[in-house]
């Protein structure tokens, strides 16, 4: 019997926090069926590994550092078992030169196969979730100079858009056998959703409702997509506090109803998707031949959503008024 490893590098916002605290949750069940999610530290992922080449805070720092975590990982190389390590931070493109996956390929040596398990994400909805997510932590950048970035370099925050960069960027450690994709919309429409489509992915004979679901099966989730970025106009330079973001949400809903909302105007929509596009029709051609069928499912525009050309003084008006009550946002 063979040893295993499996390298789940996200990539981020795509239910990755999720899969790390319901494995972390469900170690001992996981283990009993062949599967091993190491402790490293206190925090459920792995991303005191990735440290070894990137700066990361100091909460993900392991005990003797990175390199003494890698040892501890290979010595757990086991015949007929399987360690399972996840990190979307593996996935990360930018600053360079980022992780060294000819290293890291090199810590994994211990171990007979290798698996790299790497879920996308549309970029239209990729990109707004990466802005969602800088929102939370720290005033983001202008929306539209965030966006004008993205789609000139094919990077958001340092995360790769172009699949076949990213791809590449694997392949130059890892052989086309060993990575596996998932598309993240049909996963999460599938049974179990995307932890459903990593517990086949990995061979483990569980199905996702065998686990013990930590934070509800929903962690990390993103607010509202228009009522953050307005309560970021209105913070700048700061950062919106929780009380701000529930008095827009709030103004918001009456100008959404039961729409969805976009950060996009149309034609920022439009420009994305004429950018990515081709690019992953070229992305799934070249996967095409060792996963036949595969491709990232098209982005999801128009639909009847709010757009955020849509919003006019009356949702700004509801925001002022709601100010005026002086209700207390510090919270």
């Keep these: 019997m063979t040893s295993r490893i499996i390298l789940h590098i996200g990539t981020h916002k795509t239910a990755t926090t999720t899969i790390q605290n319901t494995f972390a949750a469900n170690r001992a069940l ?7 999610y190491p402790t490293l530290n206190a925090v459920p992922g792995h991303h005191g590994l990735a440290m070894k080449w990137l700066c ?3 909460v993900y720092a392991l005990p003797g550092g990175a390199e003494a975590g890698w040892a501890r990982v290979g010595a757990l190389a086991q015949a007929g078992r399987t360690v399972f390590l996840s990190s979307e931070e593996f996935s990360r493109g930018l600053p360079a030169p980022g992780v060294d996956l ?3 390929r090199g810590f994994l040596a211990p171990f007979d196969e290798v698996r790299v398990l790497c879920t996308l994400r549309d970029q239209l909805s990729y990109l707004q979730s990466i802005y969602l997510e800088l929102s939370k932590k720290s005033a983001p950048p202008p929306w539209a100079r965030f966006l004008a970035g993205a789609l000139e370099t094919g990077f958001g925050a340092g995360l790769f858009l172009d699949f076949n960069a990213l791809d590449d960027h694997l392949r130059s450690a890892f052989g086309r056998e060993e990575i596996r994709y998932i598309d993240f919309t049909t996963a999460r429409a599938g049974e179990g959703g995307v932890l459903g489509a990593v517990l086949a992915a990995s061979g483990v004979a569980l199905g996702a409702e065998a686990l013990r679901k930590a934070d ?8 509202d997509p228009l009522a953050a970025w307005a309560a970021n106009q209105i913070a700048m330079p700061g950062v919106a506090p929780a009380g701000l973001l529930a008095l827009v949400e709030g103004a918001l809903a009456e100008e959404r109803g039961a729409r969805r909302s976009t950060l996009y105007t149309r034609e920022e929509e439009a420009r994305l998707l004429a950018r990515f596009a081709p690019l992953n029709a070229r992305f799934s051609e070249r996967i095409a031949a060792s996963v036949p069928g595969f491709a990232v ?7 009847g959503r709010l757009y955020r050309d849509d919003l006019g003084p009356g949702f700004w008006l509801r925001i002022a008024r709601r100010l005026h009550g002086g209700r207390d946002l510090a919270a």
């Design 297 to 303: 499912t098209a982005p999801a525009g128009g639909g």
């Design 56 to 58: 990361l805070p100091d």
């Design 30 to 36: 996981l283990a009993r069926h062949g599967l091993d």
């Design 216 to 223: 509800g099966g929903r962690a990390n989730v993103s607010p």
């Design 102 to 104: 000819a290293e890291l």
